[in-house]
């Protein structure tokens, strides 16, 4: 007899960790749409419109902005091994776990990876990335924006400027900032941007949008070369070194994506219908509307957990606006709060990860899910949770602070957000 | 100004290419359904039940069933990459397309390559493969079950016996077949097997079920290495050769899909809701149901299409019951028919790849699209197509047989399907 198990009916849920978060219901409603075949010509053209709308969401007037179908780190798959060959000196600035990871992904790739480390909590000076630059001459420097682990932002303004005087080419990853604060891709002079939706774009995991320019462009058509079997017109061997994976060849991935749409993989259609409404709907706010959304969140939450006596993670001035580490006070078990607040609240915060593990908690206020009404009750069930583990907090206080916070910055003594 | 695009509104269509198809609106609907977060028990234990699902989709009790997030031929990267260390040496019997794309993913391994090929619209006799396997021993055999490129499907249980006796492992890409044919991991012996949902699951492109037994899982444990940064305790190096890719390295999701629920990627939450759902659907109805639904389907759509006095395509006696070759009739402009059952009908159908290029259609009866009223729609509206194109055919005759064949196999005359 087959075991086919009951419809899904998932428990309701307030996801704020450090993502994935609740998804935008428009969102969802997007993906239960009808498919399209991929090459029916509404579907091409909605593929052409997602990258137009993630030109706009990176900032960029990059051609080839496109998706990836996999999660956030198959984005960063994708630009790392379409450009690094073997033997390549690849420079990365670790302030996090997803430092490690780019590290990671790099190594695998074969490239001669200098990590240069700053302690969690901290950002780097970009003193110290010129002089790496210049010490260790990398073709790429990966650098994540910001990094859930630590909930710290590294400003990249002056690193872009420092890559490029250094002719390094520099690769971000985005996935947990885009569309939570500031993010300029040419502005910047960003090479290359990867990204996923599952933060503040308010979107499910398993799409990966990703931008890059001319000078990367210029790496990856070196080592195009086209599968048999297709084409037989098409088919050509590049100079360079073969890309070692075929579903991350962004090479295949240009063609796809443009006039000559060479068949690669079969695009999720479902997913770049949720990718698309994504960006839509950031576009539709307004970038720099959900970026102070993004940043009133996070003093309002800040405010609260202050005034609740608990002490903040981190280096506040670079911390990102969408998720904020606080420090699980002595004598409490972390993880039984967190269990405390999901079985009694519904409402989900993070863990930690690495050297931070059992230290803080991680409460993420990203896309659909950065709220006011998100805030205020997951400060009150935080209170009233840390009571009944006997860490005693002054009532109401959190929330009385976090409502000045987020009130303070409105003209006028309008509460009606 | 931001140009934000309108809503998503795709035009009604029949999907009858050869996949992606209609996905099943319960899929759709469970899509739409709210997140959860990656470490919630609920989804843990979701986790699990697509586990167990998709042993009883592949027929097998192999514990490494789950999915990789990705299309269909993600999972193919994810089986080849994660078992072949370059130099080794791979079989690959090409009789289509798809069997060119596993030698492209297996030279990007830089493993050591063979192909044997057979014109595209037959099957290999074991005995070939037989005295293949002899003459260059390969560590694996990689092969296509069912080549949509041809329509043709390779019998598997003779090879999978031949790889077994020579000590060769056994790869097979099932994405087109499985959940359309019968399909038996354990009996035929096969030691991988990956898929997709676009096809006969009835589900959207972007999630990648896949199966492994204890003799890839023992070669993969060999080249185990673990992330820095996220468990110092975890961290270990493999003995072996690391797998040369972060994304689609099994030993690393074999941890996340397990107790130890080690991290990895985010997995992409709405598109395991629809890969429950669509496994949960096909088990329901019953594979053996389903499987004969599809050779029902086939049945008509080529008795139809003969009396129509069309050709069809390949050796009849292997063909994929949920496609099929027609040859595009003398003078008959290929692509200004499938445009016309476009844009008159919604309907779509398939061109083709490589050789067959221009020469045949393909004509898709998959999953939820394996029905009755798609097979006379598509007939009716062929014929009057094709007539509208100068070639005429006997009026009615095409869906006459397809009825008669439809209602053939059952007992008594009942025709409500």
Known sequence: MNNTFEPLSPPPRRLMGPGPVDVDPRVLQAMALPLLGQFDPRFTEYM????????QVFR???????LVDGTARAGIEAVLASVLVPGDRVLVPIFGRFGHLLCEVARRCRADVVAVETEWGTVFDPQRIEDAVKRHRPKLVAVVQGDTSTTMAQPLDAIGRICREHDALIYVDATASVA???????AWRLDAVSAGLQK??????????????????AVVRARKHVEQGIRPEDYEEGAGRIIQSNYFDLSMLM???SESRLNHHTEATSMLYAARECARLALAEGLENRFERHARA????TAGLRAMGLALFGDQAHK???VTG???PEGVPGDGVRQALLDDFGLEIGTSFGPLHGRIWRIGTMGYGCRRDNVMTCLAALEVTLRRFGHACAPGAGVEAALAAWDAEESGAGAND
């Open 298 to 301: 996070s003093r309002a939450m």
């Open 326 to 328: 606080v420090y699980i």
């Open 180 to 186: 939570g604060m500031p993010l300029e891709t040419d």
């Open 320 to 322: 990102m606006p969408n």
């Open 200 to 217: 503040c774009l308010s979107g499910p995991p398993g799409i990966a949008p990703l931008t890059f320019n001319e000078r990367v462009e």
């Open 255 to 257: 063609d796809y994506w």
């Open 48 to 55: 052409n419109e997602v990258m137009a709308l993630y030109r």
């Open 60 to 66: 960029t007037s990059n051609r080839w902005t496109l």
